[in-house]
Nanobody, 115 residues
Framework: QVQLVESGGGLVQPGGPLRLSCTVS????????MGWHRQAPGKEREVVSW???????NYADSVKGRFTVSRDNVKNTLDLQMNNLKPEDTAVYYC?????????WGQGTQVTVSS
């Protein structure tokens, strides 16, 4: 498995922005699916956004219009720009990579939205 490292989490006020990055240990190529998932205390992990080969993206209904996922080919990262954050966005955010039989996860980064 490749190594994924999330960064950028922290404490932010409601309505504020935050940008998360997922650094991948190797170059991303071929057919793959990457995504951002999150897990709040006492809840199941849920998908936030998908990024697939060719730049196709999908978003959970709860974050549409507020979150944007993108790939940085220079830094080899998958980034998640989060705007207009809400308290219900509070969770540990995880980066995921699926490629062939690979299914890799990062350790997660905490995002807390509170005033």
């Amino acid at each position: 498995q490749v190594q994924l490292v999330e960064s950028g989490g922290g404490l932010v006020q409601p309505g504020g922005p935050l940008r998360l990055s997922c650094t991948v240990s190797t170059d991303i190529f071929g057919t793959y699916i990457m995504g951002w998932h999150r897990q709040a205390p006492g809840k199941e992990r849920e998908v936030v956004s998908w990024y697939t080969t060719g730049g196709n993206t999908n978003y959970a209904d709860s974050v549409k219009g507020r979150f944007t996922v993108s790939r940085d080919n220079v830094k080899n990262t998958l980034d998640l720009q989060m705007n207009n954050l809400k308290p219900e966005d509070t969770a540990v955010y995880y980066c995921n990579l699926r490629r062939g039989t690979e299914n890799s996860w990062g350790q997660g980064t905490q995002v807390t939205v509170s005033s």
